[in-house]
């Protein structure tokens, strides 16, 4: 069996949080609302088996003109380590090309995994004095995460923040 990474629809939201909810209820992923879905579903690509099943997800999310975050990436456990998560990582990238960004972030428990796609532990000083100053205005939780806010440690601990430059 094969599978293709594509847009995420509304119709696949239902499948997204089903794929999340076990990572989130492990702490591996924050939780997000269904409504956040559904007002972030064109951020989400999902791949998809032959067979029409939503085999795994994950979202870029515009965090400044020249940076986004990679976020919500999930595969279901039957489709580990068979290309999924790598795939749709891919295709986020290449959509952050598309939009111009430089630079690409992420949150995880899954350091090799995103070191074997270029992201490296974060320096703390990843942007300028005057980018921090707007980006804590954002009410955005992973905009939080990745200027290590202190109101966000506690969902966070034990991850790692990584950062790839494209």
Known sequence: MTFTVRPARTSD???IRRLVEPLVQRRIL???DTVVLFEAIQEFRV???????????GALHVMWEDLGEVRTL????EWLHRGVGHAIVDRLEADARA???????CLTFEVDFFR????EPMAEDAVEPEVYAELVRSPDEGVAEFLDLARVKPNTLGNT???KLL
């Open 74 to 77: 999930a595969v279901v456990p």
């Open 99 to 105: 939009l111009g960004l430089s630079r690409l972030f």
């Open 161 to 163: 923040r990584m950062l």
């Open 116 to 119: 074997r796609h270029g992201f």
């Open 47 to 57: 791949a998809e088996s032959d067979e029409g099943e939503v085999l795994g997800c």
């Open 13 to 15: 939201v239902w499948a």
């Open 30 to 32: 924050l939780g997000k």
